[in-house]
């Protein structure tokens, strides 16, 4: 073990802890399955399940939208935390599949859930976006600026999904995620390390090409399906594993932790294959992976709030246990936090 007992480690914020102290989750009821797909498409249950490991996800009804799906894992979490809606100072929503483009997705799911005192945004950053939330959470407590902040991960990207393409429709699904953060004494359990990154380059192997104001949507451009999802697959699947790596290593360096001392990593659930390859080459057992995108498919910014909430609620999470959480997503954009749980 490279940690130090937590008397003799410098703290890098020193006055505040910012601990998690409660999760949420939901997903639509409606389940698709790969069987239903290749109904629609010209796919099959074993290329889908042997190139992804996806074998059903989640689809929202349609008066159901991202921020009602953002509402319910919210109201979960400030259950788990016993945190009344008035407490909440700021809600900052990760969504690649806004209710719109303005207002902020955020504000919509103040007024659902009643946070009359907060402040809200939603933050752009694709898949990635939950971690860059709680990174910017983190940032807003430790600064003494709040004291209470909720973060969530929400997304229907069945709405920006080109259900006639088979190399991404059958990859994703809907569903949100959320953690209440507050601040504790310096040295309470809570986050350790983060790391946020980015690289503009590569902006166009995983984007939606249209309905902003560069390209917005026309009827004479409308048949292209360009407010859908589009992605070369091989490209992101390289990227995925290369900055989920690098990402890994630097929040586990900032931590004074190697990967032996993770006893669970949460990474974003886009491919098994994927996490497979990051075991591999972080040399730790797929075992103490967490996933549940054979359930969900790639549910975005969602993701690993909603696989977060699963660890916490089915006990794998224990007190004291340090815990890597790492994801990816278009930008190109990638993030890791370790927590102490
Ligand atoms: N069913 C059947 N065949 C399919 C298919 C599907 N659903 N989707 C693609 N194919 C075909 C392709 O058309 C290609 O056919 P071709 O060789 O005749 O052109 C063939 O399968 C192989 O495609 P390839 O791209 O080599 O497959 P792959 O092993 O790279 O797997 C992905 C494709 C998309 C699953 C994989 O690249 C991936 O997961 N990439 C990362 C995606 C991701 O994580 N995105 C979100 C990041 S946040």
């Not at 102290?21 to 790969?34: A, D, F, I």
């Not at 953002?70 to 209710?99: F, G, H, W, Y």
């Amino acid at each position: 073990m490279k940690r130090q007992p937590r008397s003799n480690r410098p703290s890098a914020r020193p006055g505040r802890s910012v601990s998690i102290v409660g999760t949420g989750s939901y997903v639509p009821e409606r389940v698709l399955t790969n069987e239903e797909l290749s109904k629609s498409v010209d796919t099959t249950d074993e290329w889908i399940t042997s190139r992804t490991g996806i074998k059903t996800r989640r689809i929202a009804a349609k008066d159901e939208h991202t921020s009602d799906m953002a509402a319910r894992a919210a109201m979960a979490a400030m259950e788990q935390a016993n945190v009344k809606p008035e407490e909440i100072d700021l809600i900052l929503l990760a969504t690649a599949s806004p209710d719109m483009v303005f207002p902020a997705t955020a504000c919509f799911v103040q007024t659902k859930i009643g946070a009359k005192n907060a402040a809200c945004l939603d933050v752009s950053a694709a898949c990635a976006g939950f971690l860059f939330a709680v990174e910017i959470g983190q940032q807003f407590i430790t600064s003494h600026t709040y004291d209470t902040v909720l973060v969530i991960g929400a997304e229907k990207l069945s709405s920006i999904t080109n259900w006639t393409d088979r190399n991404t429709c059958v990859l994703f699904g809907d569903g949100a995620g959320a953690l209440i953060l507050q601040h504790r004494d310096a040295g309470a359990h809570g986050i350790i390390a983060t790391h946020i990154g980015s690289d503009g380059n590569y902006s166009d192997i995983l984007w939606m090409p249209g309905g902003g104001c560069r390209t917005p949507i026309t009827a004479e451009n409308a048949h292209q399906h360009l407010q859908t999802i589009h992605m070369s697959g091989k490209d992101v699947y390289k990227q995925a594993v290369v900055s989920m790596i690098d990402a890994s290593k630097k929040a586990l360096d900032k931590a004074g932790l190697t990967i032996e001392d993770i006893t669970c990593v949460i990474p974003h659930q886009a491919n098994v294959r994927i996490i497979e390859a990051i075991a591999d080459r972080l040399k730790i057992s797929i075992d103490r992976f967490f996933v549940n995108l054979d359930r969900y498919g790639n549910t975005s910014a969602a993701a690993v709030a909603i696989a977060l909430d699963e660890a916490n609620r089915s006990g794998r999470l224990k007190r004291g246990d340090y815990i890597l959480m790492v994801v990816f997503g278009g930008g190109l954009t990638w993030s890791s936090t370790v927590i102490e749980w």
